[in-house]
Nanobody, 116 residues
Framework: QVQLVESGGGLVQAGGSLRLSCAAS????????MGWYRQAPGKQRELVATIRASGTTVYADSVKGRFTISRDNAKNTVYLQMNSLKPEDTAVYYC??????????WGKGTLVTVSS
């Protein structure tokens, strides 16, 4: 089992920045990929960014150049630095961990609200 706890969400004005954190615990040595997804009201959950144990990253086109995902293996934590935030970035952001056995775990989510 893997437990994920997100933090860092909140209310910010357009153009501002936030940093999300996700701390993993449990059988963390089995985690291969960690990432962030988001779900806006009335929309499906979508990929924001992922990072592999090797450090390889993937970003959604909508956040490229504005968001940066990073991983601190010593702290078992993944971060999402979000800059130049836009109102359309408003969503609940979920942390995800995918193990080497292709089992996915999810955090409970943290709300990010960007005001115009």
């Amino acid at each position: 089992q893997v437990q994920l706890v997100e933090s860092g969400g909140g209310l910010v004005q357009a153009g501002g920045s936030l940093r999300l954190s996700c701390a993993a615990s449990g059988i963390i040595f089995r985690i291969n990929v960690m990432g962030w997804y988001r779900q806006a009201p009335g929309k499906q959950r979508e990929l924001v960014a992922t990072i592999r144990a090797s450090g390889t990253t993937v970003y959604a086109d909508s956040v490229k150049g504005r968001f940066t995902i990073s991983r601190d293996n010593a702290k078992n934590t993944v971060y999402l630095q979000m800059n130049s935030l836009k109102p359309e970035d408003t969503a609940v952001y979920y942390c995800n961990a995918l193990t080497m056995y292709e089992v996915a775990y999810w955090g409970k989510g943290t709300l990010v609200t960007v005001s115009s």
